[in-house]
Every structure is written in structure tokens, then in C-alpha cells.
């Protein structure tokens, strides 16, 4: 007789809600959410945490944590999130963002955030273009990149150039945490867990403004297979938003998560 | 008593929002209802600045009036603007150190007071407005000079606290010379 | 408590501190600044959060995370600011989250100017932000009455789960009176069952003002139309002035309704029997009382800081029954007893029939008196 011992490798994150999403096949916001979710199970703050969500793809984000979630106007996550922080700040708030979302309407309220130091954490998921409206230029548009409302390519002449959030915020006094990661392949979700996993850490020990960014496909939109989305992150979209850490706070330097 | 109304009108910087308020401070004090209102924005220095206040026995309503019984008009832009105002048996006071004209109007009751001559003799310039004040409550007596020292006294700002007995001296002198020339 | 001389700005905000008030976020704006100003220098010694936001839109936002967290939560600000809050106030009510907005008019459209106003009326009482909703809206013409307005706007606000709006104008910010503050209120220690505050040994919570299926949102719609009956029955406040044996009634709000009231007395001592409706509530209007008087009173006389949106309220609830006239001023304005005394003579005089828009006699006589002033 050979025993076997059965042991549980994977399993649905208790921040985890045991529903469906209704994301795209091939799109990573899927990936962002579970990232998100076994961070907070690690750290145990669940019971603590408010999630802010936006408007996009991801503004039902809150029918898959398991946890209290409020759902932003377009753009003013980060100023619901220091609406609330500021009355409740023993509690972990966080806002999940797209690039229309963060970078475009809502660029005055994301770049006062971390002004403040508000000690929230942001999740900003930039696919280089608009979701859920149908696939229109975003504020993170690649040149030459075509979409619904740039039919020819992006003209950066007429609409200007793509904006490269992580560097912009990692400028700002206020901000303790900001790095650019990618979500196209294991070995890069694996660095952007450690990244979300730094970020809500910076918030524990109240270090500031946090934000990780990711990388993430949209093949919908992009009109291409999963497959060359995964490839267009990598040999497009990472040329023109260069992963790296852009600023970590020195007190999370050798932290071991 | 009736409703009272009064207007006092100066240049941004004369004070007169702040003598406006003792008188407010004062009619409190001393049981009646009171309003006041300042013009405010961007004439706050330098321009023009007036304030209305209204005290009465009574609830007030309207706490703005386009006939004020007592007028101070601290310069002469307040002079033109409210000597016409002013209804028949009002009280105006104008501060005469800064115009050289009669006052037209002879239904009234109005006192010519060189306010800042008498600041400066009491020794700084700033006192105008209260000098106006006291000369005020001898031509209208609706509240006794004393309610108004007392809310003057009490309402100072700290930083000014050291000159409030030239403050009660130019009250003092303000009344003196109105009953002197009334 | 002894009464204080206060300023209008500066007694709301305290009231507001004493009413238990946890969060302000505002932004500067003339002539609502001295409220932000005052809320800055009180609620950090006290513990409770203030931030000055990097714009009204983010200001109301603020508001509406703070709302969801269960607390008391608050902005002021004055016309243009506002309808910059209006996005984060039409979801603070589709979310169903009470807070507080104190909205110190002044003139415009536009940029206008820092005068006070009364121009805001349809934005205040008619919604101002997109979608089916219903604001609770008080308009104290007192230094004492606002402060009584701010707690009760909290109350109202919690029972009702709903956004309340004080609007003043900038007369009521920059006046002071004699007014009686109430002690400081404990912080309730509640935390409302729907409130986001962390999902410990409970179900989440989730507070979102989208209800993707229609089916959905016309519940919701139905929902809050049922509440907004449900506050039209409870929730009516207004101020009489020598009604009893009125012939003529004058109806204003606010510094509009204070300055008649003044030109009412002087009526009646020129023996017109003229008396004053001054609805505190503007939403819900108090519509029962003012059907009421249309079975007493000869004429009806509207006076506004504005160009007669409140008269489009008064025209709809009086139906005819008796004629309506309208006196407004514009543009930052305040009509002074005087004109509003020679209107209520003008109106006792006036045996004609009504007219369908009163606007169109007032608009020549405006321009009269106009000319006149120059």
C-alpha cells in the first residue's frame, strides 16, 4: 500500500468572493484582484480593509472581495479613500484604478493624494486604453497605438504623449511606495505580489502614499489573441513604461515578504 | 424705542467694521437685538468699507436699509454717497479732517468733527473711528457712552489692549466736542 | 448658555463642531472661506478631520468616503464650488449616505461676483445633479436659526439617509447677531449597520450608487421617491409674520423673507394688512400652509434674490385661486425694505386679475427702478 497525504497548493483566498467575474478572457484585471486578495489574507486584514472601487472595467470589483467596498465616481477613488482614511485610520483603504480612471479624470485627486501622504495604497491597472466604454484612447495610449477614438494610430502632434504615472507620483513628497510592475507572464506576477504585498505594508507602518502600477492587457480592445496581448506588454507597452521601483521608502528596504 | 439704523462708512483700514461692532457688542450687552453687516470682498483693504447695523427692541428684520437714521462717514466718499440718504431728522457725522465742504443738507442733524486732528492730538491716528463713535451716541443716544466703553473693553483685540484708554479718550472727546458744537 | 455675537460663517461652523460633526473637507471660495477657515483652526485639537481638498470636486468626494464611513461628515461652500459638487452629491443621494452641504449663494451664472444671491434655488431645491432624487433643503435667514438648522440638517440627513442642503446667502455668512450656541454634543458611538468600517465578524457592507438593471434602479428610484412623500409629511418648517388677518401675502426665503418682513411692519403701519410666509424648509416646501392662506388672502406678492424660481413653486401649488405677483432682485442685489414696502402698496392697490407669468409685469418695473438708482 503506498499513503498519500493530500495538501492544498491552491485554493480561492478568503478575501475572495465565490463569484464569477465578469472580466474578458485574457484580461488580467482577474490576475490584479487574486493578487490583491491573498496579500490580505497573508496580512490578515480583511476584517480591516475598505476597498474603494472605480469607474471602468473593474467598478464591480467590489462583488469579488470579501470585504467592505464603496464604489468611487469616475476618477475620486483616491479622495473617497482619504475621505474615509481620515475618520478611520486604524483601518487598511485602498482604491483599484484604471488608467482613464487615475491618469486622465481623475489626475487632480490621485496627484494630491500622494501630495498629502495620504496613507492609502492604490492599485492602478494600466492597459493603455479604454475598457469598458469600448476600447477608446487612453491617457496611457501608446504612439501609433489605434484605438476607437484614435482610428489611425495615436498622433502624439494632436493628442499628446502617454503619461508615465509611477515616475510622476514617485516625485511627490507625500508618496512612500511606488513601483511599475507587469502582469504578462508568472515570473512578473509573481514580482508585482511582492510589490502589492510592499505597498499595503508601507500602509501598516504609515509610511505614506503607496501605489503599485501594473502592466495589464485589454485583448478585447486591443483586437488581438491573448497570446500577442501578453507579447505586446512585453515588447510594446514595457519600452515605453519601464518596470522598476521608482520610490521605496527607506524603511521598507529589507523587508523580507 | 424705535428701530435705529447706522452706517458707517470709511476707507478700507479706518475701522469702521470694528466700531460697528462695539456698538453691536454694546446693544447685546445691554439687552436689545442687534444686527451687523460689512461690506465685504475684494474692497476689504484700501477701498471702501461700510457696515450696517441695526439695533432695536424688537426682532429685527431687514438687517440692510437704503435710509439709515445715523450716518458716520468717515471720508469724503461716504459723505457723497449717504448725506442724500440720510432721512429728514437724521444724524449725520462726517470726519471733516479729510474734506473741506459744507454739509448741504439742513433737515438733518450733522456735525462737521476733524477726527483725525483730534487722534492725533490724542496721540495716534488710529482712534478716527471712535471718535466718531462717541461723538454718535451725544447726537443719538441710544446707548449710554458707558455700554459702549464697556464693550470696547471687552471686545479689543489683545494686540490693541494697550491703547485702550486713548481709546476711551477719544469716545470721551468725540461726545465733548458734539455737545460743545450741538 | 448666554448669547454671543457671532458671524453667520463662523456660527455654522461651530454648530456644526457641536453637533457632533467628525469630517469637513472643503475648498475656498468667497463667501463660504471663513467656515473652511474656522473648521481648520477647531477640528484637529478636537481629533476630527478637516483637509482643504484640491477642488471642490474632490472636497464632496471626501464627503461621500467619510458618509460612507457612518460619520458625520460635511462641506461648505458657495455657488460656482457647488456645482462642482453636484457629480459627488447625486451620488452621496444615489448611495443613499446622509450628508450635509451648506451652500452660500452669491451672484451668476458664471464666475458672477461674491454678492449675495438667491440664484441657486433650482440647482438647491430641483436637484442640481443628474439622476431621480430628492434633497432636503433648509434656508435660515437667522445667525440663530443656522445654527439650529446644522444640527437638525445632521438629524434629518441620518433619519432619512439623504443629502440635506442650508443654503444662505452671502448676507447670512458675513452677518453677526446675537445668537445662543448649544453645548457640545458627545460623538455618537453608533455605528450605522450600513457603514463601511471593515467587515469584522459580519457580512461586508458595500456602498455603490449603480444599479446596472434598470428593474434595479427603478426600485431604487421608487424607493427614494417614497421616502422624499414620507419627508414631505414630517419634515415642513416655516416662519409666519402677522398672518392672522393677512389680505396680502408676501412669500420669502432666506435674507429676502427677513428684509420684507421689516416692510410688512411698515405696511401695517400704513394700515395695509400685508403678512409674511417664510418657508425654513424650501424642499419640502410648505405647500399645505400655503393652500391654506390662498382660501384668506386677496394677493399674493413673491420676493426673491433671484428671477423668480421659487414664484414657479408658489404658482404650481396656488393654481390660480389667487392672483400672483413677483418682485426679485439679481445678480448679487439684496432688494432693501423700501422697494419691497412701495411693491406691497403697489400690490394692495392692484384689483386686476393675475397673470399667467407674473415675471412679465415685474420685468419693466425692474428695469424702472434700475434706471432709477443710477
Not at chain 2, 437714521?69 to 444724524?91: F, H, M, T
Not at chain 3, 478637516?50 to 458618509?67: C, P, T, W
Request: charged share 25%; proline share 6%.
Amino acid at each position: 500500500m503506498v499513503s498519500t497525504t493530500a495538501e492544498v497548493v491552491y485554493q480561492r483566498p478568503e478575501s475572495f468572493t465565490d463569484v464569477h467575474t465578469h472580466y474578458c478572457p485574457g484580461c488580467t484585471h482577474g490576475i490584479a484582484h487574486r493578487l490583491i486578495a491573498e496579500v490580505i489574507d497573508e496580512m490578515g486584514l480583511r476584517e480591516k480593509t475598505i476597498g474603494v472601487a472605480p469607474v471602468g472595467c473593474s467598478v464591480f470589483a467590489y462583488k469579488y472581495f470579501k470585504m467592505d467596498f464603496v464604489e468611487a465616481p469616475h476618477g475620486r477613488a483616491p479622495a473617497m479613500a482619504t475621505g474615509i482614511k481620515r475618520v478611520l485610520p486604524e483601518n487598511t483603504v485602498f482604491t483599484y484604478q484604471g488608467d482613464g480612471d487615475l491618469a486622465s479624470i481623475g489626475m487632480a485627486e490621485i496627484m494630491h493624494a500622494a501630495a498629502r501622504g495620504e496613507n492609502i495604497t492604490v492599485i492602478f491597472i494600466n492597459n493603455a486604453i479604454y475598457g469598458m466604454t469600448g476600447g477608446q484612447m487612453a491617457p496611457t495610449t501608446l504612439p501609433g497605438m489605434k484605438t476607437t477614438s484614435s482610428p489611425f494610430g495615436r498622433d502624439v502632434e494632436l493628442t499628446g504623449h502617454p503619461i508615465r504615472m509611477a515616475e510622476i507620483l514617485a516625485i511627490m513628497d507625500g508618496s512612500g511606495y511606488i513601483v511599475r510592475r507587469s502582469l504578462h507572464n508568472a515570473a512578473n506576477i509573481r514580482k508585482s505580489k511582492k510589490a502589492i504585498r510592499l505597498a499595503f505594508e508601507a500602509q501598516e507602518r504609515g509610511l505614506g502614499f503607496s501605489m503599485v502600477e501594473l502592466l495589464s492587457s485589454c485583448p478585447t480592445n486591443w483586437k488581438i489573441s491573448v497570446r500577442d496581448s501578453m507579447e505586446f506588454i512585453a515588447d510594446k507597452m514595457i519600452p515605453v513604461f519601464p518596470l522598476g521601483d521608482y520610490k521605496v521608502s527607506p524603511s521598507l528596504e529589507g523587508l523580507k515578504v | 424705542m424705535d428701530e435705529t439704523s447706522i452706517i458707517i462708512s470709511g476707507f478700507g483700514g479706518q475701522g469702521t467694521l470694528f466700531a460697528g461692532q462695539v456698538l453691536a457688542y454694546a446693544s447685546m450687552d445691554n439687552g436689545l437685538e442687534v444686527t451687523w453687516i460689512p461690506s465685504y470682498g475684494p474692497e476689504m483693504r484700501g477701498g471702501t468699507a461700510h457696515c450696517t447695523v441695526i439695533i432695536s427692541e424688537e426682532p429685527i428684520g431687514s438687517p440692510l436699509i437704503r435710509n439709515p437714521d445715523v450716518v458716520l462717514a468717515l471720508n469724503l466718499p461716504s459723505v457723497d454717497k449717504y448725506e442724500d440718504l440720510v432721512p429728514k431728522g437724521g444724524v449725520l457725522v462726517a470726519n471733516s479732517s479729510l474734506f473741506n465742504r459744507e454739509i448741504k443738507r439742513k433737515d438733518i442733524t450733522s456735525l462737521l468733527i476733524p477726527a483725525n486732528q483730534i487722534a492725533e492730538e490724542i496721540g495716534i491716528s488710529r482712534l478716527v473711528n471712535m471718535i466718531m463713535v462717541g461723538a454718535m451716541t451725544r447726537l443719538k443716544p441710544i446707548l449710554p457712552l458707558d455700554a459702549v466703553k464697556k464693550a470696547l473693553e471687552e471686545h479689543i483685540p489683545e494686540r490693541h489692549k494697550n491703547t485702550l484708554p486713548m481709546n476711551f479718550e477719544a469716545l470721551d472727546k468725540g461726545f465733548a466736542f458734539a455737545e460743545k458744537t450741538g | 448658555m448666554a448669547k454671543e455675537l457671532l458671524k453667520g460663517n463662523h456660527a455654522f461652523a461651530e454648530a456644526a463642531i457641536r453637533a457632533g460633526v467628525e469630517a469637513f473637507y472643503g475648498y475656498p471660495i468667497t463667501p463660504s472661506s471663513e467656515f473652511l477657515e474656522y473648521m481648520s483652526s477647531r477640528l484637529p485639537s478636537l481629533g476630527r478631520a478637516f483637509v482643504q481638498a484640491e477642488s471642490e470636486v474632490s472636497a464632496i468626494n471626501m464627503v461621500y468616503g467619510a458618509a460612507c464611513a457612518g460619520k458625520r461628515a460635511m462641506t461648505a461652500s458657495s455657488s460656482p464650488g457647488i456645482s462642482l459638487m453636484m457629480e459627488g452629491i447625486s451620488y452621496i443621494a444615489g448611495t443613499e449616505v446622509p450628508a450635509v452641504v451648506v451652500n452660500v449663494m452669491r451672484g451668476g451664472p458664471g464666475l458672477g461676483n461674491i454678492a449675495p444671491s438667491q440664484g441657486d434655488y433650482y440647482q438647491m431645491i430641483k436637484g442640481g445633479g443628474h439622476g431621480d432624487y430628492f434633497p432636503i433643503v433648509l434656508a435660515p435667514a437667522r445667525v440663530q436659526e443656522a445654527i439650529d438648522s446644522i444640527e437638525l440638517a445632521f438629524d434629518l440627513a441620518e433619519k432619512y439617509r439623504s443629502i440635506v442642503h442650508v443654503i444662505v446667502d452671502g448676507n447670512m455668512g458675513q452677518m453677526m447677531e446675537p445668537a445662543e450656541l448649544p453645548p457640545m454634543k458627545e460623538i455618537s458611538k453608533e455605528v450605522p449597520d450600513w457603514a463601511v468600517t471593515g467587515a469584522k465578524g459580519r457580512e461586508p457592507n458595500t456602498l455603490t450608487s449603480i444599479y446596472l438593471a434598470p428593474e434595479d434602479e427603478e426600485v431604487t428610484n421608487l424607493r427614494l421617491l417614497k421616502r422624499w412623500k414620507e419627508i414631505e409629511k414630517n419634515e415642513v418648517l416655516y416662519q409666519e409674520y402677522q398672518l392672522d388677518d393677512a389680505e396680502i401675502l408676501v412669500i420669502g426665503f432666506g435674507t429676502a423673507g427677513r428684509v420684507a418682513s421689516s416692510a410688512i411692519r411698515e405696511a401695517r403701519e400704513e394700515g395695509i394688512k400685508a403678512g409674511l410666509l417664510r418657508p425654513i424648509t424650501l424642499a419640502p416646501f410648505p405647500q399645505e400652509r400655503l393652500i391654506e392662506l390662498t382660501k384668506q388672502v386677496r394677493r399674493i406678492l413673491v420676493v426673491e434674490m433671484n428671477s423668480g424660481m421659487m414664484l414657479d413653486d408658489v404658482m404650481k401649488i396656488v393654481k390660480g385661486q389667487v392672483p400672483v405677483e413677483f418682485y426679485g432682485r439679481m445678480g448679487g442685489m439684496t432688494p432693501l425694505p423700501d422697494e419691497i414696502l412701495d411693491e406691497i402698496k403697489r400690490v394692495a392697490a392692484n384689483k386686476g386679475p393675475g397673470s399667467d407669468d407674473p415675471r412679465d409685469e415685474w420685468i419693466p418695473r425692474l428695469e424702472g427702478r434700475i434706471l432709477g438708482e443710477k
